[in-house]
């Protein structure tokens, strides 16, 4: 087993805002130290080639399928991680012989379990030799070929930060990306004692309606919400899919509700009832845990929206706090999550587990790919 070690972990999450990249010194099961990190945004071509490939990719029949529009946005998603990792590198005085491993998540376009599909597009081999540095990639794959949810995968690296804090448990972690995910962290020590999955919707259908109505691609600090009115039976009917009646462990694609709900609403009310639409998804979720948590740390990009962060305080009575107040990072969480995952690789660890994923028994995962 080796010693801790330097490892570069990169997410491009289902909001399609950007590159994250987040250094990190781990050995797999514990951090030392949190590095340096950069967000690299897209550019509107960036992302709207992204956009096709995400409309495009439901139809395809096998993960491997590569259509015009999927060839087009993986060359985009890797040569936008290319150029992240080495502008992070330069700007950090880091060359490719500082670092052990990089963690590339790639950019999910299409997630049905189900289905045994999912999509992260984005060529290991490529950033591999393009950076001189090994590569982790497709970390997804080997947990839905073997029946799992393949989602979420940042749990185990929840559990490691819970037990650095020192808080009290049980504690909840809240991940708000495009989708909202909940580990559960109980009084157990092992990692078979963990729970998570995805709960429903974070800010992809509040960003999408706020591109749509305003031009932009988020409720910026909650505002349009804040000057809202919640259209409560609205939310009630959304809560009626049936995802909410399936057990856990259990994930959810991007795209799995629409905003139809909300089509004729004014943009303050929309965003509203879809900010509060992600909260009861949350208290839902909260209440199918095992104890009720005494904490609930908030990460992602919804944790900047104040808006939301009040309408899920007020609908699980459950004290939340976002994770810089404590010490972690709010917005390079998941990268780091995944630098953490490559290592957990390369010493043949398991990433995914029965109460996370829904898999059978602990599972590796992660395909090496070296320049």
Same mark, same amino acid.
């Given at each position: 087993?080796?010693?801790?070690?330097?490892?570069?972990?990169?997410?491009?999450?289902?909001?399609?805002?950007?590159?994250?990249?987040?250094?990190?010194?781990?050995?797999?099961?514990?951090?030392?130290?949190?590095?340096?990190?950069?967000?690299?945004?897209?550019?509107?071509?960036?992302?709207?080639?992204?956009?096709?490939?995400?409309?495009?990719?439901?139809?395809?029949?096998?993960?491997?399928?590569?259509?015009?529009?999927?060839?087009?946005?993986?060359?985009? $998603?890797?040569?936008?991680?290319?150029?992240?990792? &080495?502008?992070?590198?330069?700007?950090?005085?880091?060359?490719? @012989?500082?670092?052990?491993?990089?963690?590339?998540?790639?950019?999910?376009?299409?997630?049905?379990?189900?289905?045994?599909?999912?999509? @992260?597009? !984005?060529? !290991?081999?490529?950033?591999?030799?393009?950076?001189? $540095? *090994?590569?982790?990639?497709?970390?997804?794959?080997?947990?839905?070929?073997?029946?799992?949810?393949?989602?979420? #995968?940042?749990?185990?690296?929840?559990?490691?930060? /819970?037990?650095?804090? %020192?808080?009290?448990?049980?504690?909840?972690? +809240?991940?708000?990306? %495009?989708?909202?995910? #909940?580990?559960?962290?109980?009084?157990? &020590?092992?990692?078979?004692? #963990?729970? =998570?999955?995805?709960?429903?919707?974070?800010? =992809?259908?509040?960003?999408?309606?706020?591109?749509?109505?305003?031009?932009? *691609?988020?409720?910026?600090?909650?505002?349009?919400?804040?000057?809202?009115? $919640?259209?409560?039976?609205?939310?009630?009917?959304?809560?009626?899919?049936?995802?909410?009646?399936?057990?856990?462990? &259990?994930?959810?694609?991007?795209? =799995?509700?629409?905003?139809?709900? /909300?089509?004729?609403?004014?943009?303050?009310?929309?965003?509203?009832?879809?900010? =509060?639409?992600?909260?009861?998804?949350?208290?839902?979720? #909260?209440?199918?845990? *095992?104890?009720?948590?005494?904490?609930?740390? $908030?990460?992602?990009?919804?944790?900047?929206? *104040?808006?939301? +962060?009040?309408?899920?305080?007020?609908?699980?009575?459950?004290?939340?706090?976002?994770?810089?107040?404590?010490?972690?990072?709010?917005?390079? +969480?998941?990268? @780091?999550?995944?630098?953490?995952?490559? /290592?957990?690789?390369?010493?043949?660890?398991?990433?995914?587990?029965?109460?996370?994923?829904?898999?059978?028994?602990?599972?590796?995962?992660?395909?090496?790919?070296?320049?």
């Amino acid at each position: 087993m080796g010693g801790q070690r330097l490892a570069i972990g990169l997410m491009s999450g289902t909001s399609m805002d950007g590159v994250d990249v987040a250094a990190i010194e781990t050995d797999g099961r514990t951090v030392s130290q949190f590095g340096p990190t950069l967000f690299r945004p897209y550019s509107d071509a960036e992302r709207a080639a992204i956009r096709v490939a995400l409309d495009e990719a439901p139809a395809i029949t096998h993960r491997a399928d590569r259509p015009a529009e999927l060839v087009l946005a993986e060359r985009v $998603v890797t040569e936008a991680h290319i150029d992240a990792v &080495k502008t992070f590198l330069e700007a950090n005085g880091l060359g490719a @012989q500082d670092v052990a491993v990089i963690g590339f998540h790639g950019q999910t376009v299409f997630h049905a379990p189900a289905r045994g599909l999912t999509v @992260q597009l !984005g060529d !290991g081999l490529a950033l591999a030799r393009a950076i001189g $540095v *090994p590569v982790v990639h497709d970390f997804r794959a080997a947990d839905v070929a073997a029946g799992g949810e393949g989602a979420p #995968l940042v749990p185990i690296y929840h559990a490691g930060l /819970v037990a650095r804090s %020192g808080l009290e448990r049980p504690v909840a972690v +809240l991940n708000l990306g %495009g989708v909202a995910n #909940l580990t559960f962290v109980g009084r157990g &020590k092992g990692e078979g004692d #963990l729970l =998570a999955f995805d709960c429903g919707p974070g800010n =992809a259908l509040l960003d999408d309606w706020c591109r749509d109505r305003t031009g932009r *691609p988020i409720d910026v600090d909650g505002r349009a919400a804040a000057e809202g009115r $919640v259209a409560e039976t609205v939310v009630a009917d959304l809560l009626a899919h049936p995802f909410f009646a399936r057990p856990a462990p &259990k994930s959810l694609d991007r795209n =799995a509700f629409s905003r139809d709900a /909300v089509a004729g609403m004014s943009t303050a009310d929309g965003a509203a009832t879809l900010t =509060a639409f992600t909260a009861a998804a949350v208290a839902k979720g #909260l209440a199918s845990l *095992p104890e009720r948590p005494r904490t609930l740390v $908030v990460a992602g990009g919804g944790a900047h929206n *104040p808006t939301m +962060l009040a309408m899920i305080a007020a609908r699980t009575g459950t004290p939340v706090v976002t994770a810089s107040q404590i010490g972690w990072s709010t917005d390079f +969480l998941e990268a @780091q999550a995944f630098g953490h995952l490559a /290592v957990r690789s390369l010493e043949g660890l398991p990433l995914s587990f029965p109460g996370t994923t829904g898999v059978r028994e602990p599972m590796r995962g992660g395909v090496m790919a070296r320049a």
